[in-house]
Structure formats: C-alpha cells, structure tokens
C-alpha cells in the first residue's frame, strides 16, 4: 500500500520543481538573485538521495528536498528547458556538466499543511542537541491517566535515565520519592520540560540553525535554508514550534517531535 502521505509529497516535490524551473524569473529575487546565480544556467533539482545526518548517525532523508545547480552545460540546459523537471538520478547522466550551489536548499512543503515534523528526535539525538536526557524523558513523561503511570519507569530506562537522575535534575520542582506514580508531578514535570525546551531552542541560534536547517548535520548542500509551500519560496530561519511525543511511544519507541502550532 502507498502512504498517501509519501506519494502526495513525492508529487508536489516533482510538481514544485517543474514550476519553479518553469518560472525562474518569479523566484529571482527571493531566491536565484539571494545566491548570486544567472537563471539562464541555473535551476533547482530534485533530492533522491539519502545521506548521513550527523545527529541520528544514521543514513537518512536530508533536510534538503531540493536545490541549486549553476554553470550547466548547453546540453543540461536543453533537457532542462524541455522538461522543466531533473532530479538526482537524472543527473547522474550529467556528471561534470554543472555545479552545485551551497546553502540552496529548499524545503518542500504539501500545500496549506501544518501537520509535518520539523524535527523527530530519539533519545539518543536529542542529548547530542541538548546535552542531556533528562529533558527528554520529562517532556515524554505519561501523565494523562493514572492507569498509565505504571509505564514511566521503563520509560526512564528507555532515556537512559532514572528517578534518581531526574530528581536531581529537576531539583527546583522538589518531587517526591514517588513522583513517577504521582499524574499532578508528572505533569508538572512534563510542562516543565516542553517550556525549557522550547526556550533552550529560542535561545540558542546554533541550536535554530540545526533544527531549522540542519546546519552542521548534513553536507552540502544537503541542508535547508529555503523553503517552498503554496508556489512561495521564502528564507527558512524560524518556524514557531509545539513539543509532542511521537506516536510510538506506548510500544517503547521514544521520541521528541517538533511540529509548527
């Protein structure tokens, strides 16, 4: 079965290239002219590739859909202006025909959606972001229904964490002994973390750039400092943010997710 999600994005990453080659003198100023690119020997090209992210050590989608090629030959050019659309694959064909640009990528967005991930980050991640794991586990703590407190002592595990550690780290909420069976602490707890979080984020510029961006995660030019939705391309700098647990989290699979409010 396809995910609708996956072929629908896959559709308008194909359809958001073919436009924006097709109508380079619209995004000129706001992007190509940025760049300091020539748009008769430059155009954008689609991501197919998957590299190596610096932060989950893992192969992986970058945070680039697209990007940025210049000084192309006559004969890229041809079958660009032909068929407005080139990805990574069809380029393969094209080797030392062009160059590509650093600091070009475009993040593509579904139309009119707010309900994509910015960031998904393990717990493992998300200590090499934060330098804990503390955080994490508080900003994932099960605190809605107290049938379900039983689950945060594995939950703590699966942080590489304990009661111990996090008491010491929350030091200024004074807990109890029993704070993991107690939904009033954990929520306090939770509402904690998720304010810290976000104000540790809108702090720090490095650490906007990395979740923004992907600044220092990715090679070049694997990174994401545009963004495209709605046949718009604008700087990608900051985008207002809520902290979610992902939806594995009952099956042990832990997770910070940032998603736009």
């Known amino acids: 079965m396809i995910n609708r999600n996956t072929y629908d994005g ?24 940025q760049l300091n690119l020539n748009i008769e020997n430059s155009f954008v090209v689609r991501v197919t590739s998957n590299h190596f ?8 989608k970058t945070r680039a859909d697209a990007y940025a090629i ?9 079958f660009i202006n032909n068929n407005k659309y080139v990805d990574e694959n069809i380029l393969s064909t094209y080797k ?14 579904l ?27 508080g900003a994932s703590l099960f605190c809605k229904r107290d049938t379900e407190l039983y689950k945060n002592e594995t939950l703590l595990s699966g942080w590489y964490t304990n009661s111990t550690k996090m ?8 807990l109890s002994d029993n704070f993991l069976q107690n939904k009033q602490e954990c929520q306090k ?6 304010k810290k979080i976000y104000d540790l984020i809108l702090k720090h510029i490095d650490l906007q750039q990395k979740i923004f ?26 985008i207002d943010f809520c902290i979610t647990t992902g939806s594995g989290r009952s099956r042990g699979d832990y997770t910070i997710v940032l998603k736009p409010k």
């Not at 210049?70 to 041809?78: A, E, R």
């Not at 030392?96 to 967005?109: A, F, H, N, R």
């Open 167 to 174: 008491k010491k780290y929350f030091k200024e909420l004074y």
């Open 111 to 137: 139309s009119d959606s707010k309900k994509y991930q910015i960031l998904k980050l393990t717990p493992n991640s998300f200590q090499t972001l934060f330098s804990n794991f503390e955080l994490g586990a």
């Open 10 to 33: 896959d559709l308008e990453e194909i359809e958001a290239i073919k436009h924006i080659n097709a109508n380079k003198i619209l995004y000129n100023d706001n992007y190509f002219l």
């Open 213 to 238: 961006n992907g600044a220092g995660l990715y090679n070049e030019p694997y990174t994401a400092y545009y963004f495209y939705q709605d046949k718009n391309i604008t700087q990608l700098n900051f």
């Open 70 to 78: 210049t000084n192309c030959s006559k004969h890229l050019i041809s």
């Open 96 to 109: 030392d025909e062009y160059d590509t640009v650093p600091k070009s990528g475009l993040s593509i967005k």
């Open 189 to 194: 707890i939770k509402s904690f973390s998720e």
């Open 53 to 60: 992210s610096k932060l989950s050590k893992k192969i992986v």
